[in-house]
């Protein structure tokens, strides 16, 4: 299947949702096209906007569903580098600056035994994570701005709209 991309159409972001209608996961509207084309999903909303391919056209997805239903646990997040910066907002839980530069600090340090979990790791601008240094946020005095947890992953997926989409307020509280 080939598809001319004219605009950044395929770029738009599509809600999937679990068989039973629950939020699942947000893709973008190629992935979408490709998981339609091989049946795993069906369209649920269209915004009415026309794709065309070689020998077909068909209305750009907002909303789809897959046939299958997945278990939850097929569908935790994982811990990552880039999913905890996702949680933490991109932002430095000790100062609360949007840096462009990023690193992800320890907790309780790695060397008094700190391990990689949602709740020891959070992301640090550089300044932050060079005074915290090789101590805990108490020893340091910098307390966080919120408590490091596991994300629920809804909230999760929340996280990651660009742009709240009209068609998808039947299937998810965008606030
Ligand atoms: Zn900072």
Redesign the pocket.
Known sequence: MSMNNGNGKLNRQVLVLNQNYAPLQICNVKHAIIMLYLNRVEMVESDGVMIHTVDDSFPLPTVVRVKRYIKYRDYEIVLSRKNIMRRDEFE??????H?SQLTIDHVQPKRYGGKDTWENLVT??????N?KGDRTPEQAEMPFRKKPKKPHYVQFLKQQIDEPIQSWKPYIFLG
């Open positions: 430095c839980q000790y100062c609360g600056k840096d640090a601008c550089v300044r932050c994570n005074v």
